[in-house]
């Protein structure tokens, strides 16, 4: 349950600490109807946090690297494939791959709602502009629920290797 509770949003902290001042409050000044509603504000963060560690949603994702070896200053391209097994529903999910400064900006991407019968594709590209081999990844998940009260983040693939070689340079004479 701890392991759940640490996975709380700063929303879910908050409405945490609402429902336990009310609760307070309530007692203070005798009122029945308050302490029912700080019992449902301070449950609902806590069932949230129970249910989205209990159901452990399963979301595997593919890496492809096109093409795995490509020229410095040439065009490269990752695609990555997402889905889940399950029925039930994600809430918001934010995707970030770990790419090195050599190849470009680190990609971000936000699925709203990741289907449960069809695959995601999601693309983005490269330019190296070092030589050498270059390491992809992590691709990490934050997996938010739909009232965004609790977070969870997964790594869903490791590293994957590009290799980098040198730019061809036609020769004169």
């Known amino acids: 349950m701890l392991r759940a509770l640490s996975g709380l949003t700063t929303r879910g902290r908050c409405l945490l600490a609402a429902g336990i001042a009310a609760a307070v409050c309530s007692f203070v000044l005798n009122e029945r109807d308050l302490l029912r509603v700080a019992v449902f504000v301070v449950a ?61 900006s680190r990609p971000r991407f936000v699925v709203e709602r990741l289907p449960h019968d069809r695959r995601v594709a999601l693309r983005y590209p490269l330019q190296p502009v070092l030589r050498g081999i270059q390491q992809v990844g992590p691709l990490r998940a934050t997996i938010t629920d739909p009232f965004g009260l609790c977070e969870f983040e997964r790594e869903l693939i490791g590293h994957s290797r590009l290799v980098v070689v040198p730019r061809v340079v036609p020769l004169w004479g």
Request: charged letters at 20%; aromatic letters at 4%.
């Open 44 to 104: 609902l963060p806590l069932l949230v946090a129970a249910f989205i560690s209990a159901t452990r949603l399963r979301i595997g994702a593919t890496r492809t690297l096109r093409p795995q070896r490509v020229a410095v200053g040439g065009n490269g391209e990752v695609q990555l494939e997402l889905w889940r097994s399950g029925r039930l529903p994600a809430g918001e999910i934010l995707l970030e791959d770990g790419v090195p400064y050599a190849l470009g």
